[in-house]
T-cell receptor
Framework: EDQVTQSPEALRLQEGESSSLNCSYT??????LFWYRQDPGKGPEFLFT???AGEEKEKERLKATLTKKESFLHITAPKPEDSATYLC????????????FGKGTTLSVSS | DGGITQSPKYLFRKEGQNVTLSCEQN?????MYWYRQDPGQGLRLIYY???????QKGDIAEGYSVSREKKESFPLTVTSAQKNPTAFYLC????????????FGSGTQLSVL
């Protein structure tokens, strides 16, 4: 059973059409939840870390939120350059423990 | 600039051959990790090392080996026992102390000839 599940697998948006990506998790002792962006053929690029339910973080058109069971990555008025795969990961236990990743959501934004 | 350097970017393996992927970091991070990524799949943990001269198996360690003789270096060997090695391999290190996140290298694409 997957500990981190992302949905949808793929999302197509028109430029300016806001939407949300979901990340649900089943780990028992969440230490942190991480969002990354990955472009094809490249390593993931860090976006956010969330630690506790109710926490929110923003960066440009992206806003991440966290509840006790899931996290959302809200994309407001996306642009074509936001097209990428967005990865969610969780960390249990102590700092430095290996992150557990979901399979990602591939976002395509057309102009 | 500080970062993680993976080499080579592309690697081809013949059947029965062992190949080694290089990972070097100048971030002074203690913990380092190897992940494997297959198309449409998430990242799966192969090995990790919290400190020099110590490492642990991840979820898919069979057919792989690592060493950690220096803080800066964490090479991964894909052995002939790994029957399906074609994948994108990512090395990462952990930044703690108030900036907690994984830094990733740019990856190595391994293919079988």
């Amino acid at each position: 059973e997957d500990q981190v599940t992302q949905s949808p697998e793929a999302l197509r948006l028109q430029e300016g059409e806001s939407s949300s990506l979901n990340c649900s998790y089943t780990v028992s002792g969440l230490r942190g939840l991480f969002w990354y962006r990955q472009d094809p053929g490249k390593g993931p690029e860090f976006l956010f870390t969330l630690y506790s339910a109710g926490e929110e973080k923003e960066k440009e058109r992206l806003k991440a939120t966290l509840t006790k069971k899931e996290s959302f990555l809200h994309i407001t008025a996306p642009k074509p350059e936001d097209s990428a795969t967005y990865l969610c990961a969780v960390q249990e236990g102590q700092a430095g423990t290996a992150l557990i990743f979901g399979k990602g959501t591939t976002l395509s934004v057309s102009s | 600039d500080g970062g993680i350097t993976q080499s080579p970017k592309y690697l081809f393996r013949k059947e029965g051959q062992n190949v080694t992927l290089s990972c070097e970091q100048n971030l002074n991070h203690d913990a380092m990790y190897w992940y494997r990524q297959d198309p449409g799949q998430g990242l799966r943990l192969i090995y990790y090392s919290q400190i020099v001269n110590d490492f642990q198996k991840g979820d898919i360690a069979e057919g792989y080996s690592v060493s950690r003789e220096k803080k800066e270096s964490f090479p991964l060997t894909v052995t002939s026992a790994q029957k399906n090695p074609t994948a994108f391999y990512l090395c990462a290190s952990w930044a703690g102390q108030g900036s907690e996140k994984l830094f990733f290298g740019s990856g190595t694409q391994l293919s079988v000839l």
